[in-house]
């Protein structure tokens, strides 16, 4: 065996010897000048200022969607959506297990419980099937999250939440321009949440962006956003209708993010393209499974997902991952480690104080459960799940050692196994 097919981790040659390329995130002059506009105007708040207006309605006609509401984060997105619904205390909402747990604190912030639905072990997403066994009475909505980019099964989604009545929150903040059928998602549901934080496809380092069709959601979002406010339909009248929280983006993110929205399309493409070459390169390596994207969807890859099966590779996942690191390929192992609820803040059941209001509302016969077991095929999948950074600066040869490090491992596992 020459040196270069045996593994690195066992002192042969690595595949790549210098790191992958790194992202640049500048946008250039345009976003500079218009930095300068703001600071030298003196006015940076959006009340009154006009860039957070304009990128609200640039990323509205971006999705073709009728309204935009801008805010702080990607979590502030989803709470603005979830403050519109405006769920009773004790109220469910079913979301993915494979998240941050910014997709969940909008749940708990606004008294409803968080139950969570399995995923399909080939893509890690949402499993339409098992969300249907979740919902109950009291369930009122589902956040399908956009995992790395891959559009969920919208479609069957869609069909179980028209069934009994329910709203789509859609968590598109890894999934900017991820297509399904030819839709863009984040325009499928009744609303798209997007996070603009700094890893993100569109960036300011921190923002959400949140869209709807809607016009009574729209004004729903944006009171909500604003303390409660109709700051924007009654002539500067100081009033509060409802109960809301200060989201309000600045007019310095505002204007960074008009001038980084016209390159947000090509970032998408180039990774959706980098994306798919690397799928078909590794196609015939033996026990690596890409996340699955469904025939007529398009991924635009925030990171590039794969399971490799310990029954077909015969090592471990976490040693795969460890011998792809060591040919110079960096990658994670388990991507967020566990189920999100089998973190302690969900876990526990405390949001406020000692107390476990929402939880004491459920009848204690049929209360949710944040355990082991819970969500099976979810344990299964994130124990087989290997994740390698992908994004638009990557060049061709760059997925190509990617490739041809997976090809390695995978032909190379059995020293790994007898090591």
Same mark, same amino acid.
């Given at each position: 065996?020459?040196?270069? !097919?045996?593994?690195?981790?066992?002192?042969?040659?690595? +595949?790549?010897?210098?790191?992958?390329?790194?992202?640049?995130?500048?946008?250039?002059?345009?976003?500079?000048?218009?930095?300068?506009? +703001?600071?030298?105007?003196?006015?940076?708040?959006?009340?009154?200022?006009?860039?957070?207006?304009?990128?609200?309605?640039?990323?509205?006609?971006? @999705? #073709?969607?009728? $309204?935009?509401? =801008?805010?702080?984060?990607?979590?502030?997105?989803? $709470?603005?959506?979830?403050? =519109?619904?405006?769920?009773?205390? #004790?109220?469910?909402?079913?979301?993915?297990?494979?998240? !941050?747990?910014?997709? %969940?604190?909008?749940?708990?912030?606004?008294?409803?419980?968080?139950?969570?639905?399995? +995923?399909?072990?080939?893509?890690?997403?949402? /499993?339409?099937?098992?969300?249907?066994?979740?919902?109950?009475?009291?369930?009122?909505?589902? %956040?399908?999250?956009?995992?790395?980019?891959?559009?969920?099964?919208?479609?069957?989604?869609?069909?179980?939440?028209?069934? $009994?009545?329910?709203?789509?929150?859609?968590?598109?903040?890894?999934?900017?321009?991820?297509?399904?059928?030819?839709?863009? +998602?984040?325009?499928?549901?009744?609303?798209?949440?997007?996070?603009?934080?700094?890893?993100?496809?569109?960036?300011?380092?921190?923002?959400?962006?949140?869209?709807?069709?809607?016009? /009574?959601?729209?004004?729903?979002?944006?009171?909500? =956003?604003?303390?409660?406010?109709?700051?924007?339909?009654?002539?500067?009248?100081?009033? @509060?209708?409802?109960?809301?929280?200060?989201?309000?983006?600045?007019?310095?993110?505002?204007?960074?993010?008009?001038?980084?929205?016209?390159?947000?399309?090509?970032?998408?493409?180039?990774?959706?393209?980098? #994306?798919?070459?690397?799928?078909?390169? %590794?196609? /015939?390596?033996?026990?690596?499974?890409?996340?699955?994207?469904?025939?007529?969807?398009?991924?635009?890859?925030?990171?590039?997902?794969?399971?490799?099966?310990?029954?077909?590779?015969?090592?471990?996942?976490?040693?795969?991952?460890?011998?792809?690191?060591?040919?110079?390929?960096?990658?994670?192992?388990?991507?967020?480690?566990?189920?999100?609820?089998?973190?302690?803040?969900?876990?526990?059941?405390?949001?406020?104080?000692?107390?476990?209001?929402?939880?004491?509302?459920?009848?204690?016969?049929?209360?949710?459960?944040?355990?082991?077991?819970?969500?099976?095929?979810?344990?299964?999948?994130?124990?087989?799940?290997?994740?390698? #950074?992908?994004?638009?600066?990557?060049?061709?040869?760059?997925?190509? !050692?990617?490739?041809?490090?997976?090809?390695?491992?995978?032909?190379?596992?059995?020293?790994?196994?007898?090591?």
């Amino acid at each position: 065996m020459s040196n270069a !097919d045996k593994l690195a981790l066992l002192g042969g040659t690595p +595949v790549r010897s210098t790191p992958l390329g790194g992202r640049n995130r500048y946008t250039g002059k345009d976003a500079l000048d218009n930095l300068r506009q +703001v600071l030298e105007g003196g006015h940076m708040t959006r009340v009154g200022g006009t860039w957070v207006q304009r990128l609200e309605q640039e990323f509205a006609a971006f @999705y #073709g969607a009728g $309204h935009c509401t =801008a805010s702080t984060s990607g979590t502030s997105a989803i $709470h603005v959506a979830v403050g =519109a619904l405006n769920p009773e205390p #004790g109220d469910e909402i079913i979301a993915a297990p494979i998240t !941050d747990l910014g997709t %969940i604190i909008p749940i708990l912030a606004q008294n409803a419980i968080p139950v969570f639905a399995d +995923v399909q072990r080939a893509t890690f997403n949402l /499993d339409p099937a098992d969300l249907e066994r979740r919902i109950t009475p009291r369930t009122r909505a589902i %956040i399908p999250v956009h995992l790395g980019g891959h559009p969920c099964d919208l479609a069957e989604i869609l069909a179980v939440t028209e069934r $009994h009545g329910l709203v789509v929150i859609e968590d598109c903040s890894q999934a900017y321009c991820a297509t399904y059928q030819g839709r863009r +998602v984040g325009t499928i549901g009744k609303v798209g949440c997007f996070s603009m934080q700094q890893s993100k496809h569109f960036t300011t380092g921190q923002g959400g962006l949140t869209i709807t069709d809607d016009p /009574d959601w729209a004004l729903r979002i944006k009171r909500f =956003a604003d303390k409660g406010m109709p700051r924007y339909s009654a002539a500067g009248a100081r009033d @509060y209708l409802s109960f809301g929280f200060n989201y309000e983006m600045s007019e310095l993110h505002g204007a960074v993010a008009v001038a980084e929205l016209p390159y947000v399309e090509g970032v998408c493409s180039r990774r959706t393209a980098l #994306g798919e070459r690397l799928t078909s390169l %590794i196609a /015939d390596c033996p026990g690596v499974h890409p996340q699955a994207v469904r025939e007529g969807n398009h991924s635009t890859y925030w990171f590039y997902a794969l399971r490799a099966v310990p029954e077909e590779t015969g090592i471990h996942a976490s040693k795969f991952a460890q011998a792809l690191s060591a040919e110079g390929i960096g990658c994670g192992w388990q991507y967020i480690g566990k189920p999100i609820f089998m973190y302690e803040a969900v876990r526990r059941k405390r949001v406020y104080g000692e107390s476990d209001f929402p939880f004491s509302l459920q009848d204690p016969a049929h209360a949710v459960r944040y355990e082991e077991g819970e969500c099976p095929v979810c344990e299964q999948a994130l124990d087989e799940m290997i994740t390698i #950074g992908l994004h638009e600066d990557y060049t061709e040869q760059d997925v190509e !050692d990617i490739a041809a490090a997976l090809h390695k491992v995978a032909a190379g596992a059995a020293q790994l196994a007898a090591a």
